[in-house]
């Protein structure tokens, strides 16, 4: 019985036993050097302090807005966070090295009577359970806030049982409201999310430049590809693979001395005519990469908003999902004039043109030349 556990164990890649050490792989696709998975069999609270428990999943780009509200949560008290996560790979790549901060593979139900309070994360703040006065007791501060987090949910998010139709609905007042991914988040200003800035830790060392061979030359990066758990290279958001092609060459011919280098995993192409592929690198030598890019060229994603919060600026490609939403003013974005926004429309948005194309029109029709101008301006 207990060897059959551990193969269960082992195919849902849960890490056992608790603070293993061991390469797994992200949703991303890219590797990841874990730091500290727990085993969900030893939930660890702390009577001391504020128990908070919180579930979501999410890509990469999501665990960066999410580590903003966690990184206050621990400033607003003395407080302990579990964060529970089926993509606990991402979570361990921005999150893994925060103190108070415990990450659980949610492979059986939440204890909830060991939290003050217990929220869920998605496109808004939901606080599914909390002990008011023992939360009050031990902090008016964080109990103010989750009633204010409350109240507003009551006031602003519409309850429904179409996932799609209240993500449309938040989506899509955001945009009236001037609201993104990050204040959408906010629960009504309890928590700051007007910078759109989260902290990221970059590895002091790392060899990842030397052995590509760039270390101290200018270069950009790009990336096509998509979280493989999501459709991979079949999302609808990337740009595609011919117009990559048709920009390298160009980029290459106004820029001969600035190396093009591509992000890719083992299941994602290598585009004809870059300089250096960097495959299957861990998430760490990835941000390393893109912290010492001079630009970043790639659809929107979590690579994209990976390159943004370490510094580079990007040209970014939107088409399904909406810029007023994911886009930041620090970079270039391109939206698609053909089509764009068409996110959560339908169930199955992310890898089918809700129009019925089989390749989805937006992306394809956002030229190489167009691109290259904007590259242009961030060099220039």
Known sequence: MIAMLHRIVKRLKVLLPRKTKEKIKNKTGFGLKSHKVSSFARVETDSKKINIAIYTGGGLGDFIVYSAIIDQMLKMCDCKICLFTLSYSNAEAILGNRENVDIYYPFRPIPKEKFDVYFEIDHYL???????????????????????????????????????????????????????????????????????????????????????????????????????????????KLWTLENYCDFVPMFKAKYPEVKVVQLATNKEPSIPGIDVCVRDATLEDVKVVLKSAVAHVSSEGGIAHLATQVGTRCVVLFGPTPVHYYGYQTNINIVSEVCSGCMEITPDWFTKCPRGLEKPECMSSISADLVLDAVKKLLE
């Open 126 to 236: 939901h606080v599914r359970e909390f002990a008011p006065q023992r939360l009050k007791r031990k902090s008016k501060k964080m109990y103010d806030a989750v009633r204010r987090i409350i109240q507003y949910n009551e006031e602003n998010v519409t309850a429904t049982n179409i996932i799609n139709s209240q993500r449309l609905l938040l989506i899509t007042r955001a945009k009236y409201l001037n609201l993104n991914r990050w204040t959408l988040l906010s629960g009504g200003g309890v928590f700051d999310m007007e910078s759109m800035r989260a902290y990221v830790s970059i590895p002091e060392k790392s060899r990842i430049l030397a052995e590509y061979s760039i270390e101290g030359k200018p270069y950009i990066t790009i990336h096509f590809g998509a979280d493989p758990d999501a459709g991979g290279a079949k999302q609808t």
